[in-house]
């Protein structure tokens, strides 16, 4: 089964990089420059908002039944659960644009196995190590291979690698070490699973890459070797800015701690030691790197079509209602993927258990109905969130929220840090008995959290799938 793009090698028009004994080539020829101000540790609490980076694979970070999940992502909310603030994540898989974002101030950590490299240490600090590993050569097994044991007989043989990988400075080492030729081919738009793929598929002979990420795709492609190392054991860490030293002091003091942990046991080995798990994840990366993410996605896109959404901010708003299960049933009465009340079926003319494309088209009719109530605000993303409000918790109450904010001297258009605040705080007397409000008590925290979780799911969807 193909997960990943094919390669027509002869067709690619690369940069064909020849490691011979005594050459003289850096691992990037690309000049690292620091173009904003960098925010450390004091900043970052003061903003409430870690602004991260890593790449999208099958372990650092990917979605997983409608969820973001991952080996990089897991430490990084455990991190910012623990300085207590919002983790905003980006996904970037070349790894020259990952270090440049952390160069410019656009992020505040580097979030990925980097090999601590003398070269990387002139423009970024690291962390303590969170891990070790090596790399490994990855190619073909079988009766008809004859697999590379003695790095010597590499001499001649085109490896490809990720480009930006500390591999690259491998592979020259050892062509340097043993005297030999290696064909370096540098891929800057395949990560290293793409590649491992390549190799399974035939289509290439050789990769090098991490061995933990090499024993996760061997659980899946039962036919790669991954015995013979190119490396000895190295340090694994993130990076932040050069001017950040209160932020790695802060790193390196929970990386210390939480490496005890038997959460950080738990996590490890979910993404690397777990055969079961990663062949279930490779398999849902299939339809990831198609662009799908449920069976539904073209009913998605049709119905946001019709409203003017993006899809994946509808899809991220099912999975929130019912997980995708078009016959999922809440304990109020709640049916369905879009969860209507049968009193919102009937509504909108539609059989409760009907079919899961007309579930979809009453949910965007329903959306549309309450866009129109909300018509008056000029922000599209903050309009957005007085929808999700109103969808989870009924008009009335965010009505009333609103009429709080606006009493209070906040902005009534405003849901972040306004009328946000009111919805959380309609279960206190002091406001549900207000004059103004007229629908009364209301417990607000799920709204809250409701609309939050929309949203942020929907960050990760934009990360990872095409618009």
């Keep these: 089964m193909k997960l990943f793009r094919s390669l027509n090698v002869k067709s690619m028009s690369l940069l064909l990089l020849v490691f011979l004994s005594g050459c003289d080539m850096g691992v990037n020829s690309k000049k690292i420059t620091s173009i904003k101000s960098v925010r450390d540790i004091e900043d970052i609490k003061r903003i409430g908002v870690l602004t991260t980076v890593t790449d999208f694979n099958s372990t650092n970070y990917f979605i997983y039944k409608g969820e973001p999940m991952g080996y990089q992502f897991d430490m990084l909310q455990a991190f910012a659960q623990h300085i207590g603030v919002k983790l905003e994540l980006i996904a970037e898989n070349n790894l020259d644009e990952a270090f ?54 590499l001499g001649d043989k085109i490896v490809y690698v990720q480009k930006g990988s500390v591999s690259v400075q491998r592979l020259k080492n050892l062509a340097e070490e043993n005297g030999t030729q290696v064909i370096v081919v540098e891929m800057p738009k395949y990560e290293a699973d793409e590649l491992i793929e ?139 993927l879009m969860q209507f009340m049968p009193a919102t079926f009937t509504f909108f003319g539609v059989l409760q258990k009907s079919d899961p494309e007309t579930q979809i088209r009453a949910g965007a009719s329903y959306l549309k109905w309450l866009e129109k109530r909300f018509d008056s605000i000029p922000d599209p993303e903050q309009r957005i969130k007085f929808i999700l409000a109103s969808y989870n918790a009924g008009l009335g109450h965010v009505i009333d929220a609103r009429n709080l904010a606006k009493k209070h001297g906040k902005n009534p258009n405003v849901w972040d840090n306004n009328v946000d605040f009111f919805i959380l705080n309609k279960s206190n007397p002091d406001y549900y008995c207000d004059s103004t409000v007229k629908y009364g008590y209301f417990k607000g925290d799920e709204t809250y959290n409701y609309v939050s979780q929309i949203m942020q799911r929907y960050k990760h969807y934009q990360n990872i799938l095409p618009d």
């Design 100 to 153: 440049q974002m952390l160069a410019n101030g656009e992020v505040d950590i580097f979030a990925n196995n980097l090999t601590i490299t003398a070269k990387r240490k002139e423009s970024f600090l690291f962390t303590l190590p969170h891990s070790t590993t090596r790399q490994v050569l990855v190619q073909k097994k079988g009766v008809d291979y004859n697999p590379i044991r003695n790095l010597i007989d």
């Design 198 to 336: 390549l190799v399974a598929n035939g289509e290439i002979d050789f990769t090098v890459c991490d061995e933990d990420v090499a024993r996760v795709n061997s659980f899946y492609f039962d036919n790669i070797d991954i015995d013979t190392p190119v490396s000895f054991d190295q340090n694994l860490a993130w990076a932040v800015n050069k001017n950040s030293t209160g932020l790695q002091g802060a790193l390196n003091k929970w990386i210390e701690s939480f490496a005890q942990t038997a959460e950080h046991r738990i996590i490890k080995g979910k993404y690397y030691d777990n055969p079961f798990w990663a062949r279930r994840v490779l398999s849902e990366n299939v339809k990831i790197k198609m662009g799908n993410i449920s069976m539904y996605d073209q009913g998605f896109r049709n119905a946001s079509s019709s409203i003017d959404w993006d899809w994946r901010l509808f899809a991220s708003l099912v999975y929130q209602e019912s997980r995708f299960k078009p016959d999922a049933q809440s304990h109020m009465g709640a049916y369905g």
